[in-house]
């Protein structure tokens, strides 16, 4: 089973940028498919970007689509989270995750390896 480790996550103001990184150890990264999650307070946890194995095909959902963009480097077993223009409603914890559905999948359900989250904060 795959373990997964999330840095990057902080206090940024809004109109700024983070880029998360996920760290992945104890598999084949690249076997899996990898996703970025998040949760904001009093909310349920969503899906915000998916990318496939190799990395040719992503999921974005529409309301990061064109400041959000997910990336992979197989040879460092990493995924990442570049987020840009960033808004006070982009605030959550933001969750990465491995699932071995293939081609691509962004469905909750499908993520069976979960990182502990890190916390993204947009706020002046």
């Known amino acids: 089973q795959v373990q997964l480790v999330e840095s990057g996550g902080g206090l940024v103001q809004p109109g700024g940028s983070l880029r998360l990184s996920c760290a992945a150890s104890?598999?084949?990264?690249?076997?899996?498919?990898m996703g970025w999650f998040r949760q904001a307070p009093g909310k349920e946890r969503e899906s915000v970007a998916a990318?496939?194995?190799?990395?040719?095909?992503?999921f974005t959902t529409d309301s990061v689509k064109g400041r959000f963009t997910i990336s992979r480097d197989n040879a460092k077993n990493t995924v990442y989270l570049q987020m840009n223009s960033l808004r006070p409603e982009d605030t959550a914890v933001y969750y990465c995750?491995?699932?071995?559905?293939?081609?691509?999948?962004?469905?909750?359900?499908?993520?069976?390896?979960w990182g502990q989250g890190t916390q993204v904060i947009v706020s002046t």
């Open positions: 990318i496939s194995r190799g990395g040719l095909s992503t």
């Open positions: 104890g598999g084949t990264f690249g076997d899996y498919v």
């Open positions: 995750a491995a699932s071995l559905i293939y081609p691509l999948t962004h469905s909750e359900v499908d993520f069976r390896a």
